[in-house]
């Protein structure tokens, strides 16, 4: 494995069909860098065997792609790092992380209906044949948001990360004025939940941030799970 320490990389664009691997990226900074942009949904890259650690990632954005026993342990994103779509097999988020928020679309890559279609089904295909997808039990996130994924294979904490299944929750009514009232945040959340095509939606404590805005976070979640609406394991 390659390891590369405490380099900058700004502005590299990767248009897709590209294989990285057996790399370690320790204290390192991306800075808008972009990865597997392709329009072609032959031509995803990959990333395999690929650890970062303590880095940046600064206005960059992630493709449809391929992400494959990946580990990433703190990582910096900036105001947020916007994943389009990418495939996740063993990949682990651990440590303090900013704010990611992974879509089930293309993007503008696959504008055409046609396009996603296919995209939709490569992942449909992808995931079921993935044991686990993704890992977040040890990672203490400003803000985490998922598309796209099975809530059953991705790895979490129970005592502070929820799933929450449509056949559980099917109706914003079922939440009373007064969580809307203290749990603004979750309630926006639940009603995005339900205009999306989702079956279901891993919902965090977001612990990277102080305890004065992940408390009522919290109490919310765990007033989900005793209404029934939120997954008990």
């Known amino acids: 494995m390659k ?7 700004f502005l590299p664009h990767d248009d897709g069909g590209n ?22 949904i032959e031509m995803l890259s990959t990333i395999k ?3 970062l650690s ?22 910096n994103t900036g105001d947020i790092l916007l994943i389009w779509s990418a495939l996740f097999d063993h990949v682990t988020l651990k440590g ?44 203490k996130f400003l803000n985490f948001s ?4 099975p809530a059953d294979i991705i790895k979490r904490d129970n005592k502070t990360q929820v799933v929450i299944k ?6 914003i009514e079922m939440l009373d004025s007064n969580f809307q009232k203290e749990h603004s945040d979750l309630y926006f959340i639940l009603q995005m939940f339900l205009r999306s095509q989702e079956e279901d939606i891993v919902l965090i404590t977001p612990l990277g941030r ?24």
């Not at 449509?166 to 109706?171: A, L, P």
């Not at 102080?210 to 394991?233: Q, S, T």
């Open 3 to 9: 390891t590369i320490e405490n380099k900058k990389m």
């Open 19 to 40: 294989i990285f691997q057996n790399l370690s990226f320790n204290e390192c900074i991306f800075d808008n860098c972009s990865l597997s942009l392709s329009k072609n």
């Open 49 to 51: 065997n690929v650890t």
């Open 54 to 75: 303590n880095c940046q990632a600064k206005s960059c954005i992630i493709g449809p792609s391929y992400l494959k026993n990946v580990l990433i342990d703190n990582l």
């Open 96 to 139: 303090k992380i900013g704010n990611i928020k992974i879509n089930n679309s293309g993007f503008d890559l696959y504008d055409k209906p046609e396009i996603q279609k296919k995209l939709d089904s490569l992942r449909q295909d992808f995931y079921s044949k993935t044991d686990w997808a993704l890992d977040i039990s040890e990672a």
């Open 146 to 149: 998922c598309e796209g994924i």
């Open 166 to 171: 449509r056949e559980k929750f099917n109706s």
């Open 210 to 233: 102080d305890a004065r805005y992940h408390k009522p976070i919290f109490d919310g979640l765990m007033k989900l799970r005793k209404m029934g609406i939120a997954e008990e394991n």
